[in-house]
């Protein structure tokens, strides 16, 4: 299986700023739908925003014009820059196929904690 691995959260202010970045093993990643997941404290895992293979986006409405989500097949890493960040954005992000979940199982995700 391939293994998944996020980096980049942290404590920041609302209206901050953070880059999430997810690394892979193997080739594979590269040529799948991948996402970006958030799961708040007593709420279920939430598609946050996607990107195809060949980098169409696809984003949540909350997170829409805040969020951008870009990968480099080259490095097997995907990307999640975020912007003008509100406190109910905090949570665990982890990265992962959308629609491959066979492919891997579920990191250790990083923390994002946004202050008012």
């Known amino acids: 299986q391939v293994q998944l691995v996020e980096s980049g959260g942290g404590l920041v202010q609302a209206g901050g700023s953070l880059r999430l970045s997810c690394a892979a093993s193997?080739?594979?990643?590269?040529?799948?739908?991948i996402g970006w997941y958030r799961q708040s404290a007593g709420k279920q895992r939430f598609l946050v925003a996607s990107i195809t293979a060949v980098g169409r986006p696809n984003y949540a409405d909350s997170v829409k014009d805040r969020f951008t989500i870009s990968r480099d097949n080259a490095k097997n890493t995907v990307y999640l820059e975020m912007n003008s960040l509100r406190p109910e954005d905090t949570g665990v992000y982890y990265c992962?196929?959308?629609?491959?979940?066979?492919?891997?199982?579920w990191g250790q995700g990083t923390l994002v904690t946004v202050s008012s």
């Open positions: 193997g080739s594979i990643f590269s040529t799948k739908v």
């Open positions: 992962n196929f959308v629609y491959r979940r066979d492919l891997a199982v």
